[in-house]
Structure formats: structure tokens, C-alpha cells
């Protein structure tokens, strides 16, 4: 399968356009926003997990980034509530469920073969730093050479500027809005922008937002 896969393109998904589609365990489905491959797959969905469902022990060949964006998902090591960031790496494995349910965005294969370190971080955790413009907050989730990625925080109306690695970037709006000179992006807009530099302004009631670079 082959899915927006032309990364000189630029792409916005909203999440409530694209279907349901069913994954090889019960109760577990997928929104596909890009894919290369067919159930082993370098992807990027997200993904609704029914409640007291779950996904075979499986391992992650080219490991695995998860944002929880609704309810509590859970694994044999721990519960993940929403606003949690997980990092997988390479060769990494677990059995993943959810007893009451709940929504993730979820990357497979993106990770470099020696990044090793796993991360678990919450928009919770104390370890927010101002941003490089007035009302704008970061908080690092993984680097390593030149791959990031960052949660953002920005204030009502708050201007930002990506600045992204070499073939661009993309981003995940978790909470609230923001616009660019391209449109409006609500909750659950996907875009992945070949744009290594772009000015954002955050909507009315700001916004929270998953970037990523330096991946592609």
C-alpha cells in the first residue's frame, strides 16, 4: 500500500474526514494519514482502541512513537493517560490495550536503527521552556541527531515560526487552533509541510500541538 508517499507534497488531513479502518484484532481501528507497506508498514495513523480491547505482543523492527490523545492506553509496563508520549526504539516490544478504551497517534518505522532510548513524557511533566517568541512554550520529547520531536504550547493569538530540518516537517494539533497563510488547522489536523520554515498564529483559544522533523 502506498499512501501519501510524495513528500515534496504537501498534505492537511483532518481526522474526521478520513474512515475507520478495521486492524487485524477486534475492537482496534485505524485512521491512515500516510503508509508504505502493507500490515508491516513505515505508517502514520491514528488509532481507536474499544474498550477491553487489545493488540498481540508484537515487536517494533523500526520502532515507535505514540501520543495518547483520548482516554487511558496501556501496555504491560504501565497506563499512559491522555497528554502521553512514548518512545519506542528499535527492536522494542509489548502487548498493547485499553480496558476503557481510547484514541493515539501513532508513527512506525521512523526511527533510526541506533537510536536506543526509550522516552515516556506527559503534557503534565514539568520540563516546559519558553519558546523562541513571546507566548509560545516547548517541551522536547526525543532528539537525537537530527531528528526532533517537540510538544508545543502556544497563548491565545500567539505568532510562532517552524524551523524545520531539510525536507520539512509535520504536525498534529492536539488542542485548540492555528492558522498559517495556507488556512486554519483544528483538533486532529494532520499536516505534513515540505516547508522547512513557516509562520503559524495560534487561534483564540491557543493551542497544543506534536512536531516532528528531521524524520523523512
Known amino acids: 500500500m502506498q499512501l501519501n508517499q510524495d513528500y515534496s507534497q504537501r498534505v492537511v488531513i ?70 502521553s508520549y512514548l518512545k519506542n526504539p528499535v527492536g522494542s516490544a509489548h502487548a498493547p490495550r485499553s480496558a476503557g478504551g481510547c484514541l493515539i497517534f501513532v508513527k512506525l518505522m521512523y526511527m533510526q536503527p541506533d537510536d536506543s532510548l526509550q522516552v515516556v513524557r506527559s503534557l503534565n511533566d514539568d520540563l516546559w521552556h519558553p ?32 524551523n524545520a530540518r531539510p525536507n520539512g516537517k509535520e504536525v498534529l494539533v492536539l488542542e485548540g487552533s492555528y492558522s498559517d497563510d495556507c488556512g486554519e488547522y483544528t483538533q486532529y489536523t494532520w499536516i505534513r509541510s515540505p516547508r522547512n520554515q513557516s509562520q503559524i498564529k495560534a487561534g483564540p483559544q491557543g493551542c497544543t500541538l506534536f512536531f516532528k522533523t528531521g524524520h523523512f
Open 14 to 83: 483532518e481526522a474526521d474526514a478520513v474512515p475507520w479502518v478495521p486492524s487485524p484484532s477486534a475492537g482496534v481501528h485505524r485512521k491512515m494519514l500516510e503508509r508504505k507497506g502493507e500490515e508491516l508498514a513505515k505508517a502514520t495513523s491514528i488509532v481507536r482502541y474499544d474498550p477491553g480491547c487489545e493488540f498481540p505482543l508484537h515487536q517494533h523492527p523500526g520502532g515507535e512513537e505514540i501520543v495518547v490523545l483520548e482516554g487511558v492506553f496501556e501496555d504491560e509496563h504501565a497506563q499512559y493517560p491522555a497528554g
Open 131 to 162: 519558546g523562541h517568541s513571546s507566548g509560545s512554550s516547548v517541551m522536547v520529547l526525543s532528539a537525537f541527531k537530527d531528528e526532533y520531536s517537540v510538544f508545543v504550547r502556544l497563548e491565545p493569538h500567539a505568532g510562532f515560526t517552524f
